[in-house]
């Protein structure tokens, strides 16, 4: 047999009310017009006197087509006679499954109000098609299921771990906030300390006393100035100090207030000089810790205000003359670092960071 | 004409850079994007390269043969199944009268199964096949089933195939209700399945009619340009990153294959957090999925294509785009885990590798307009220019490289390439944390964890939480690159004391 072009296949089913469908319905050997049925029974406008209800007995149902008739055997049970409407009703007993397909099927191609031909019921009637509908599987695998410990544990592991992180990137984000925008961090300081600069008293030949790394007490002999005409000058450490610089060259000549040589005194501690602006400078106070690094060094050093310097000799800020405007002029704030500075650190440039 | 307008904006920011642009102190900046960009851009390059070696080279050797052994390697049946579920009429009746064409051309039996939920389409297309009065052999088979989502109906479809008992050499292909088969689309496709036993799936090149304004279209067709690229670089390897549900076709005997149809109707993922999370949308990811564990291989036919009929679900390209990546992402992220975890050596080592990049892409977009911010707001404004200068160029450069792929390109796609990129990057990662969020667009049907409201609510809080987290870790990051956060120093802190 040749197969039909169009296929009803796995219909899923929806409940369906009394259907008014032309359907004839055989009791008794009467037939009967159909006046509407479900897939529970039939209902017909006809008066009936064979049957009483409560009745069990065997029916017969007929579809009309286009070119054929169809018909079902099936039992029924008489659930009402109104012999006063002239109608009476009835339920089907025991439907077979292919019954039930076959149907449906009609009911959803009656609604659909197409034409069914013979080979769309042959075709029905030969299949298992509500097999799939019945077929579930997603109740299976999605129904809650109860965790297994170890796994509960896992994830509250897992939780931690993160909150743990979130912590991590929170204080990482807190302290970069801190470290730009409430740190006061300058690049421009050095360090500092008294220093004596020696000058020629008068002009003449130096004839220098100075050795390299040589320590000097207060009086210790510098050097000789020769002046003209047998006049000399002996020249005399005034302070306990070392020779950041030696400037005059042995045997030269000089002229009066030449510099000689650069004193360091040793009796006062190296310190950091640091610049700032006053808006920087009302956010610290003496004893405020500081952290110094100088460039090219790993090791950092850290250290403490000592001194702040709100009024600087105007001449000496940034070796210019005074005649900076107010809103230039810097303050001097002094460190000075726990562990102290070589004499050979004297001018080095230096990074600092107020804690 | 909007190209035209492109370059010369383009050109006009370039030509009227303020000073500072060109200045050293920009050279810091290219530098953290260039390095990110000379990944990003290789890789990119990698997947040019690779797909003009596909369709120049490779594919038509391929394409030759399958021409060479003409009828003989065509499938004795055919499967089309397709699913339409409040889809507009008139894109139905278009749909199926190209697919009933198509099955008349192909001149061999063919079985269009029309999955539907409501009557009146089953009386459109009913009407409509008999309208157009096919020969016997091609039959039409309606499988009509609750809205409960595509799986199920798709399923249902694969079912009612099974029972058909498809021969050994039958092939199914899968559409949605909207995509329009091109004539010779079977023809040209099917002989693949017998040239190539080892391909257990194809699918082509689509392109699309959008019903909206010309930005959404102009979105759509740019990624369906950009799909192109992508698809036939992948295509080298034998394996791609989605069997497209708009148009694939399988081997009857995949398709059949009980565990496959159980793949699509319930696929789900166990996750650590989320539990376990049925897979309402995605069943071409399942699929793919399938034939990847299988180690089956993937063609892709570059020079066969679908026609697609795009509804966008708003008229807005942000609404729009937003709702239908949502979609898309989710399903490339909740998939992609499972097919990492089978390894590279299942999975081949650039298949695999591209998963992997999957993950990454979905943060670097980011970083670009992060540095760019930061800068900004550490040194100077200036950098926001010099960043869309860098933007606008990059951008009109990747636009032009589809060139290689359509005809033509409209002016729209620099911008929309960006706007995906980040955008789209964006909805990456919030949807990453949201794996047990899925929605259809058109039928509105979402998927609902059942749980008590305060479970549901902690479990929405953890999401933020992990959200916000991730975004934190990365906003760091590119802090650091840029100096605006600076690495805390254990001994600094350590003075402290």
């Known amino acids: ?355 | 004409m909007y190209l035209a307008l492109y370059l010369l904006a383009l050109a006009a920011l370039a030509l009227y850079a303020p000073d500072a642009v060109w200045q050293p102190g920009t050279h810091e900046f290219f530098v953290i994007l260039g390095v990110l960009g000379v990944w990003r851009y290789s890789w990119s390059t990698v997947h040019f390269v690779r797909s003009l070696i596909y369709r120049h080279h490779a594919f038509p050797v391929l394409r030759r043969e399958a021409d060479r052994t003409g009828e003989e390697a065509l499938p004795s049946q055919v499967y089309i199944l397709i699913s339409s579920f409040r889809i507009r009429g008139e894109t139905t009746v278009r749909a199926y009268q190209a697919a009933i064409a198509e099955a008349i051309r192909y001149g061999r039996p063919v079985t269009i199964v029309a999955s539907l939920v409501e009557l009146g389409d089953q009386r459109l297309i009913k009407h409509l096949f008999l309208q157009m009065a096919p020969p016997p052999q091609v039959r039409l088979m309606f499988v009509r089933r609750p809205a409960v989502g595509k799986r199920h109906s798709m399923a249902c479809s694969l079912r009612a195939v099974s029972r058909c008992r498809p021969p050994a050499d039958a092939a199914v292909m899968v559409l949605d209700g909207d995509t329009l088969l091109q004539p010779g689309c079977l023809s040209r496709s099917l002989p693949f399945l017998q040239l190539l036993p080892e391909v257990g799936g194809i699918t082509t090149d689509e392109d699309c009619v959008v019903e909206s304004g010309p930005l959404l279209r102009a979105w759509h067709r740019l990624r369906f340009a950009q799909r192109h690229l992508l698809m036939s670089s992948m295509a080298l390897s034998r394996r791609l990153l989605v069997l497209t549900g708009r148009m694939s076709i399988f081997r009857g005997a995949v398709a059949t294959d009980p565990s496959f149809i159980n793949a699509v109707e319930a696929d789900y993922i166990d996750h650590w957090r989320l539990g376990r999370v049925q897979l309402l949308t995605g069943e071409d990811k399942s699929t793919w999925f399938w034939l990847l564990n299988a180690g089956c291989r993937m063609l892709y036919l570059p020079d066969v294509q679908v026609t697609t009929i795009e509804h966008p679900p708003s008229q807005w390209l942000l609404t729009a785009s937003t709702q239908l990546m949502l979609r898309w992402f989710g399903n490339m992220l909740r998939i992609s885990f499972r097919a990492i975890a089978l390894g590279p050596r299942r999975v081949g080592f650039f298949t695999w590798w591209c998963l992997i990049d999957q993950r990454l892409s979905m943060w670097t977009p980011l970083f670009g307009p992060l540095v760019a911010l930061f800068f900004a707001f550490g040194k100077s404004a200036i950098f926001l220019y010099t960043y869309a200068l860098w933007v606008g160029f990059t951008r009109l450069i990747q636009a032009l490289s589809l060139l290689s792929v359509r005809p033509t390109i409209s002016g729209l796609y620099p911008v929309l390439i960006y706007f995906g990129q980040v955008y789209g990057a964006l909805v990456k990662t919030y949807i990453l944390f949201r794996l047990d969020r899925q929605r259809w667009t058109r039928q509105n049907i979402a998927a609902q964890p059942q749980l008590s409201p305060a479970k549901a609510r902690m479990r929405s809080l953890m999401s933020i939480y992990l959200h916000g987290l991730a975004f934190g870790v990365l906003a760091a990051a590119v802090a650091l690159a840029t100096n605006l956060l600076s690495m805390p120093r254990f001994d600094a802190l350590a003075g402290l004391f």
Not at chain 1, 1 to 6: A, E, K, L, V, Y
Not at chain 1, 36 to 58: A, H, I, N, Y
Not at chain 1, 168 to 176: D, K, M, S
Not at chain 1, 180 to 202: C, E, G, K, L, M
């Open chain 1, 1 to 355: 047999m040749m197969q039909p072009q169009i296929v009803h296949e796995a219909e899923v089913h929806r409940q369906h009310v009394r259907l008014k469908i032309p359907i004839q319905v055989e009791i008794d050997g009467v037939r009967y017009q159909v006046d509407d049925w479900s897939m529970g029974g039939f209902g017909v406008e006809s008066v009936m006197t064979s049957r009483q209800p409560g009745e069990k007995f065997s029916a017969r149902l007929f579809f009309p087509f286009e070119d054929f008739d169809m018909s079902m055997r099936f039992d029924a049970r008489m659930v009402y006679a109104d012999q006063e409407h002239g109608r009476f009703g009835c339920a089907f007993l025991s439907i077979s499954h292919d019954q039930a397909a076959l149907f449906r099927y009609l009911i959803d191609a009656y609604l659909s109000g197409e034409v069914v031909s013979a080979g769309d019921i042959l075709q029905v009637r030969g299949r298992e098609n509500t097999a799939m509908a019945r077929y579930q599987p997603l109740d299976e695998l999605f129904s809650p299921q109860e965790e297994p410990w170890s796994s509960t544990v896992k994830r509250y592991g897992v939780y931690a771990g993160f909150g743990v992180a979130g912590l991590a990137l929170l204080a990482f984000v807190l302290f970069g906030i801190k470290e730009r925008y409430f740190t006061i961090q300058v690049s421009n300081a050095y360090v500092d300390a008294p220093v004596v600069q020696i000058r020629a008293p008068i002009a003449g030949r130096l004839i220098s006393a100075l050795q390299p790394g040589e320590p000097l007490v207060v009086g210790s002999l510098l050097g000789t100035i020769y002046g003209a005409e047998g006049a000399s000058v002996t020249l005399e450490s005034p302070c306990n100090c070392e020779v950041l610089q030696r400037i005059g060259v042995n045997g030269q000549l000089y002229q009066t207030g030449d510099a000689l040589a650069m004193l360091v005194d040793t009796d006062q501690p190296l310190l950091i000089r640091v610049q700032l602006p006053l808006e920087d400078v009302e956010q610290l106070q003496i004893g405020d810790r500081a952290e110094i690094r100088f460039p090219g060094q790993s090791e950092l050093l850290y250290g403490q205000i000592e001194r702040i310097n709100l009024k600087p000799h105007l001449d000496a800020l940034d070796g210019e003359a005074g005649d900076l405007p107010i809103s230039r002029r810097l303050a001097q704030v002094l460190i000075r670092p726990d562990q102290p500075l070589e004499t050979q650190d004297y001018g080095s440039l230096a990074a600092v960071r107020f804690l």
